[in-house]
């Protein structure tokens, strides 16, 4: 089965920018819809943003739509998550998910927003906004 592993994570202040990365190993995510989650302290999960098999489509949620990019770097089999504009609300645990394409019988943003729909998981990294 597909590996997911988080890394990027770190302690920034308000403002400054982080790039997570999610590599992968044991198959090649062109052939998964990729997702990021996060945890934030005493919160329950929730979606962050989304990028389709193919790439084309991109899904965000509302808080971080406009400061956040997903992107795939195929050679690298590597999932991205763009954080700019940090602020302490961002402050979780940051997961991908992937789920292989066509797998959930469902489309569109709730599809792709819904953590139960996604197969693997990686451990996660941690991202902390203070000043």
């Known amino acids: 089965q597909v590996q997911l592993v988080e890394s990027g994570g770190g302690v920034v202040q308000p403002g400054d920018s982080l790039r997570l990365s999610c590599a992968a190993s044991?198959?090649?995510?062109?052939?998964?819809?990729s997702g990021w989650f996060r945890r934030a302290p005493g919160k329950e999960r929730v979606f962050v943003a989304a990028i389709s098999w193919s790439g084309g489509v991109t899904y965000y949620e509302d808080s971080v739509r406009g400061r956040f990019s997903v992107s795939r770097d195929d050679p690298k089999n590597t999932a991205y998550l763009q954080m700019t504009n940090l602020e302490p609300e961002d402050t979780a645990v940051y997961f991908c998910?992937?789920?292989?394409?066509?797998?959930?019988?469902?489309?569109?943003?709730?599809?792709?927003?819904?953590?139960?729909?996604?197969?693997?998981w990686g451990e996660g990294t941690q991202v902390t906004v203070s000043s």
């Open positions: 998910a992937v789920v292989k394409a066509f797998h959930r019988h469902c489309s569109g943003y709730d599809c792709y927003g819904d953590s139960d729909g996604y197969d693997y």
């Open positions: 044991g198959d090649t995510l062109r052939n998964y819809a």
